[in-house]
């Protein structure tokens, strides 16, 4: 079966410092990543895609970046982090080829808190 | 481009009770859609999915969902809500353009009193 694990669970960082979020998938062969933000009392933000390595698409302009160093390994990234950054990140993965490509299985989540 | 609507952000019923979470979508082509449950600080799990095989569909948990074209809806239903369904309730729908992405409501935070 397919797991899906992202790291750190939470994380608490200062205004100005960089970010690295992991997520890892097991199980599964070139599956479709999705990086989502979800702020407080809002939904889900879809921030990057990808449907193969070094394949990202970004939905919406940000301080944000993503990349995918190997097939089931996605990383979301910034060089300088706002205050608007914070909020929950969910990673979600999605199969690459063959029947339920649509449907999409979520991580744990990482719950980041910039001060 | 395709969208959902989800009607009550916040929904209260007693244990026990009907539980009606409404979806209302907009696509210019046969939708899939989906539901899915997030508890405080998880991820999110999916409950069912509609893909245009059957209208009715059960999902986990006992809840299940009715795709209505005529109405554009997909909405979630369960017979007796119990204390452990709360929590908030996504609708999405499927995107075209590639990329299998999904279009998520704003959800519904389901709250079951005693």
């Known amino acids: 079966s397919q797991t899906i694990h992202q790291w750190p669970a939470t994380l608490v960082q200062p205004v100005g410092s960089p970010l690295s979020l992991e997520c890892t998938v097991e199980?599964?062969?070139?599956?479709?990543l999705y990086w989502y933000r979800q702020a407080a009392g809002r939904g889900l933000q879809l921030l990057f895609y990808?449907?193969?390595?070094?394949?990202i698409s970004s939905e919406v302009p940000q301080n944000l970046s993503a990349s995918r160093p190997q097939d089931r390994q996605f990383i979301l990234s910034s060089k300088k982090l706002l205050l608007s950054d914070s909020g929950f990140y969910l990673c979600a993965w999605s199969p690459g080829t063959g029947a339920g490509t649509d449907t999409q299985y979520f991580g744990p989540g990482t719950r980041l808190t910039v001060l | 481009a395709q969208s959902v609507t989800q009607l009550g952000s916040h929904v209260s019923v007693s244990e026990g009770a009907l539980v009606l979470l409404r979806c209302n979508y907009s696509?210019?082509?046969?939708?899939?859609l989906f539901w899915y449950v997030q508890y405080p600080n998880q991820g999110l799990q999916l409950l069912l999915k509609?893909?245009?095989?059957?209208?009715l569909v059960k999902g986990i948990n006992g809840f299940e969902a009715e795709f209505k074209k005529s109405e554009t809806s997909f909405h979630l239903t369960k017979p007796s809500a119990h204390m452990s369904d709360a929590a908030e309730y996504f609708c999405?729908?499927?995107?075209?353009?590639?990329?299998?992405?999904?279009?998520f409501g704003t959800g519904t935070q389901l709250k079951v009193e005693l």
């Open positions: 696509s210019s082509v046969p939708p899939y």
């Open positions: 999405a729908v499927s995107r075209t353009g590639g990329g299998n992405k999904l279009t």
């Open positions: 509609y893909t245009s095989a059957a209208t």
């Open positions: 990808s449907v193969g390595i070094g394949q």
């Open positions: 199980g599964t062969s070139n599956p479709n």
